[in-house]
T-cell receptor, first 110, second 113 residues
Framework: KAGVTQTPRYLIKTRGQQVTLSCSPI?????VSWYQQTPGQGLQFLFE???????NKGNFPGRFSGRQFSNSRSEMNVSTLELGDSALYLC?????????FGPGTRLTVL | GDSVTQMEGPVTLSEEAFLTINCTYT??????LFWYVQYPGEGLQLLLK?????DKGSNKGFEATYRKETTSFHLEKGSVQVSDSAVYFC????????????FGAGTTVTVRA
């Protein structure tokens, strides 16, 4: 089975722009979660989607949003980018209680 | 809230040495516990997991036992290889129907030949 895929792998944006990241889960997995990884804050949970509905949300500002499509693919959007949004954004798809992660999208905000 | 504390690194070992990374957790209820590994430039790979007290997870020579009495899930490997050099994360998933992972800070392990 193919693993979790994320596109793009690398992205460079400037402050004030917005960005959309994409995630395709493992076939048959209906849950997708997003995490932010930074050297200072470590790994932090952003949100989880299941069957196109947001089930859980972390403590991030409203500039961070997401959605899930009927084929379980998910997108994450960050509006009005700030320098502090530079991070590795990881997507994970879940079966039962176990999450499997993609390679991540490295976002750099200049 | 739920939290995970793992030993700070970095840890540097020689090949064939014994590795232990300590992990303790705070959670209400009965969480599932995980170890993930991250190689440079990659995402997280699931290394092993345990879902209830006294369960032992194992994979690729790594082991960890879910100890409810000490709220711990220490990772061990008897003989490390250079290829085990990576960052290791301990994580918990709170309970049924709440799958948000809480991670430890990560422990960087370097194995020298």
């Amino acid at each position: 089975k193919a693993g979790v895929t994320q596109t793009p792998r690398y992205l460079i944006k400037t402050r004030g722009q917005q960005v959309t990241l994409s995630c395709s889960p493992i076939s048959g997995h209906r849950s997708v979660s997003w995490y932010q990884q930074t050297p200072g804050q470590g790994l932090q949970f952003l949100f989880e989607y299941f069957s196109e509905t947001q089930r859980n949300k972390g403590n991030f500002p409203g500039r961070f949003s997401g959605r899930q499509f009927s084929n379980s693919r998910s997108e994450m959007n960050v509006s009005t980018l700030e320098l502090g949004d530079s991070a590795l954004y990881l997507c994970a798809s879940r079966i039962t209680d176990t999450q499997y992660f993609g390679p991540g999208t490295r976002l750099t905000v200049l | 809230g739920d939290s995970v504390t793992q030993m700070e690194g970095p840890v540097t070992l020689s090949e064939e040495a014994f590795l232990t990374i300590n992990c303790t957790y705070t959670a209400t209820g009965y969480p599932s516990l995980f170890w993930y590994v991250q190689y440079p430039g990659e995402g997280l790979q699931l290394l092993l997991k345990a879902t209830k007290a006294d369960d032992k997870g194992s994979n690729k020579g790594f082991e960890a036992t879910y100890r409810k009495e000490t709220t711990s899930f220490h990772l061990e490997k008897g003989s490390v290889q250079v290829s085990d050099s990576a960052v290791y994360f301990c994580a918990l998933s709170p309970a049924a129907n709440d799958y948000k992972l809480s991670f430890g800070a990560g422990t960087t392990v370097t194995v020298r030949a």
